[in-house]
């Protein structure tokens, strides 16, 4: 399981939501081992005056928050932060300067879906690699 915010400018993501987040996608899926099915992404868009960012810093400034279960290993935590500054640089003209990512990780216990909580959910996909 893993849940992905994206803070941008409004007029940022106009018209870029879905290459963005095909982008992500294909990240998480590659590095994580997460089924294509599960795509959690959430934009928020906000107004110039909402996202206070240092000058030099352009208009693409984005920054990325991927809440996930704890128990993947530190290298493949830095292979999906390297997958995601390249891909997004190449695949969706996010240069590396203008990009912020970060990890947040819980316990399966503090996880809710489906009814029940994480760690009493069997999943179809390993969160220990």
């Known amino acids: 399981m893993a849940q992905v915010k994206i803070y941008a400018l409004r007029s940022s993501l106009e018209g870029?939501?879905?290459?963005?987040?095909?982008?992500?996608?294909?990240?998480?899926?590659?590095?994580?081992?997460?089924?294509?099915?599960?795509?959690?992404?959430?934009?928020?868009?906000?107004?110039?005056?909402d996202f206070v960012r240092p000058a030099d810093r352009t208009e693409n400034y984005t920054i990325l928050e991927v809440q996930m279960m704890s128990g993947r290993t530190k290298e493949t935590k830095k292979r999906l932060i390297q997958a995601l500054f390249e891909r997004l640089e190449v695949e969706a003209g996010i240069a590396r300067s203008d990009l912020e990512i970060c990890l947040l990780e819980s316990p399966p216990e503090n996880w809710g879906f489906r009814g029940f909580a994480g760690d009493e959910v069997k999943l179809s996909y390993k969160v220990n690699l």
């Open 16 to 49: 870029r939501r879905e290459p963005l987040s095909s982008v992500i996608h294909s990240c998480v899926t590659e590095v994580l081992g997460l089924p294509a099915e599960k795509k959690f992404h959430r934009f928020i868009p906000l107004e110039a005056e």
